[in-house]
């Protein structure tokens, strides 16, 4: 244990940033409280990402939907305290602003496994690790006229 | 909502590849109705992959298999209608032929989670993206003649 | 089925070697018995892999960890002869020593799916497979003192 006052005079977090480049892109190391959604959306943003996919894993609080065709929207569930076991999404740009699509699979205490779509993120008691892979081209989601679907146009 | 007509002239799938390359390998991007192992092996033939690996997620009508030593062969289960929550793969050779290995997990309206060996794959109402990550030594599959199982060899 | 003399003389396993290196990393292939976590570390060691993110797939007996912060220990439990369905996890140092950090999903029989944080991991009658893609800076993980949590210091 270190005593308190070094805790107060640098804490970690302070002075950590959020992300570093790598050979292949990016990685992300996200603590408790953080958006997962916005932030890797400020990312595509700063970095100007032209495209990218990623995976990654922690402790989250997640909110999932699963597309309800007759209502034409979400049915989401919510969950707390739930490890990332695996979390694979990818981004791309739709009116000029950062288009996320992201998937999960999360554990509970007892080890049972849930996920699905992914419609927000919050990292819990402990941080998410993310890895980016930056492709070159430029990449915009647009709407599939069969399935109403938002699919990314290569 | 585009007028009919529209749709009609330029469906959006019909001049949209089903993958392109990358720094790193390929991007693929599959439909609906579209077999993702039947494309991950096109891919590998056409671009002459030496191996690789893969991930993805999308919307799915999965079949997995649970190997029963006894029979040695698959017990099969087929569902319809689930997300894809995560897909890890990778992609060889055997007598001259792409051999994949692919393992999933789907998840259901109620956001439960089921998975294993991919026997059969078939994109969903929505998308399948795949990022593949090439490798640059042709890797074959061997029978392992402790397990019987098809290993990579390296 | 080969001739057991065969078998004796020449054992794939003892020729093959456990990791190769791609353009991007390297990729291991364990086989029946392989401690996944030492083999990793290892590799950590003998590479000098300065941190590393990496996802793999296969057959195992793992023990799964879940954080009681009243204990302040993970309540573990352990599975036999399931599908390693998806692991994603990253390599760091911590006093000069690798630590990794990975997280999976596995399935059993009948397809259902369990996991979470990973204490331990043996291949089970089959392999495992891991792609690992390496990062340039040398990363350490330490202890964030508002959670108790090892992480990864960017």
New interface residues.
């Given amino acids: 244990m270190?005593p308190p006052v070094q805790?107060q005079s640098t804490?970690?977090?302070a002075v950590?940033?959020?992300?570093?480049s790598?050979?292949?892109g990016y990685?992300m190391?996200l603590?408790?409280g953080d958006n997962v959604l916005y932030e890797l959306e400020q990312l595509a943003v700063n970095e100007k990402i032209p495209?990218a996919?990623f995976?990654?894993?922690?402790?989250v609080h997640p909110t999932?939907g699963?597309?309800n065709?007759e209502k034409k929207d979400y049915?989401p569930?919510s969950m707390r305290d739930t490890?990332?076991?695996?979390?694979?999404?990818?981004i791309a740009w739709k009116d000029d602003k950062p288009a996320l699509?992201v998937?999960?699979?999360v554990?509970?205490?007892n080890?049972?496994?849930?996920?699905?779509?992914i419609l927000a993120l919050e990292v819990g008691?402990?941080?998410v690790?993310i890895?980016i892979?930056?492709?070159?081209?430029r990449l915009e989601r647009?709407v599939?006229?069969?399935?109403g679907?938002a699919?990314?146009?290569?």
């Fill in positions: 270190l805790q804490p970690a977090h950590s940033p959020k992300y570093m790598t050979p292949t990685v190391v603590r408790q495209s996919s995976s990654g894993f922690g402790f999932f699963f597309w065709a049915d569930k490890e990332m076991a695996s979390m694979t999404g990818s699509h998937h999960g699979v554990t509970d205490k080890f049972n496994a849930f996920g699905g779509h008691t402990g941080s690790e890895t892979t930056v492709h070159k081209k647009e599939d006229q069969t399935t679907a699919v990314l146009r290569l």
